[in-house]
């Protein structure tokens, strides 16, 4: 077969357009016949003499790549797929683009684009109620549907420690209207952590039981032994002298004076009885 013939139908080619594929050249009708792509617009062959635009695999007459919404031509211009059809940007941005939490407005194909608790939000509008700084992928704290970078929270929001005076990032305790850290919530005597433990207070400052014991309580002027506030236990107080409830008794017959008259000698509490009797 001679060169100047088409490698399918062997007509000659002299004086007529002809096209290439691979080292074949074919007359135009047999290379779009053979070749030619079919339109995914108007299913008819994109001849060797027009343009033949291609998007994954399939492929338009260049009048027929639109939008498929507004018909405007895509060619040369930005666009996006849904379920196989082609958009421009704006018919995509409003039949399919996220509005931008903050400000309300289309978050367009291409942009980039913040996800937080199930919203969206403009990488530019996702930033630092206070210092209006890009939060990004930075830690942050939402605060009455605001969000704030750590820094700021804590410098606005944040409890301080009544004890080391450093930021409460989470749990605490409340003692006297103040925060502490569970782990700065210590006996003033022995140190140790009071968080979730019994304990009595003196001077604003908490004790263990022992150390309020050994170092704050009252003694009893009968069995010397500490008088503290545990269980709501009652106690008797006279002339700068506290007892027990049930130490309060006579000191010649041990009848309970609880709630009774008595006299006293020098440092004795005496019934009525025994009193008038001596």
């Avoid at 405007?72 to 930005?78: F, G, I, N, W, Y």
């Avoid at 509005?99 to 913040?114: E, Y």
Wanted: charged share 25%.
């Amino acid at each position: 077969v001679s060169e100047s013939n088409c490698h399918f139908c062997l007509q000659s080619l002299r004086g007529r357009k002809y096209a290439l594929r691979g080292e074949n050249a074919y007359c135009v009708p047999c290379y779009d016949s053979l070749y030619a792509n079919p339109c995914e617009e108007c299913k008819q062959p994109i001849e060797c003499s027009s343009k033949d635009l291609a998007y994954k695999g399939r492929h338009w007459h260049e009048g027929c790549f639109r939008c498929a919404k507004c018909s405007r031509s895509l060619v040369e211009k930005p666009f996006a797929a849904k379920d196989e059809v082609l958009l421009c940007t704006e018919c995509y941005s409003d039949e399919y683009s996220s509005k931008c939490f903050h400000c309300q407005k289309t978050i367009m194909p291409g942009s980039r684009k913040m996800e937080f608790k199930g919203s969206s939000w403009h990488e530019s509008c996702f930033v630092c109620q206070y210092c209006r700084q890009p939060l990004g992928t930075k830690p942050l704290i939402t605060k009455d549907n605001e969000n704030y970078c750590v820094p700021c929270f804590e410098k606005q929001f944040a409890h301080h420690c009544y004890a080391c005076k450093k930021v409460i990032t989470s749990g605490g305790v409340t003692y006297h209207d103040q925060p502490w850290h569970k782990q700065c919530f210590v006996c003033a005597g022995c140190k140790t952590q009071l968080s979730g433990q019994r304990f009595l207070s003196q001077d604003e400052y908490p004790y263990c039981v022992d150390c309020f014991s050994k170092f704050c309580a009252k003694k009893c002027a009968a069995c010397m032994k500490p008088i503290t506030a545990l269980g709501g236990a009652k106690y008797i107080s006279f002339e700068e002298r506290q007892w027990h409830g049930e130490c309060f008794n006579c000191a010649k017959c041990s009848v309970s004076l609880v709630g009774q008259e008595f006299l006293t000698r020098q440092d004795d509490i005496l019934c009525h009885k025994c009193g008038s009797a001596s």
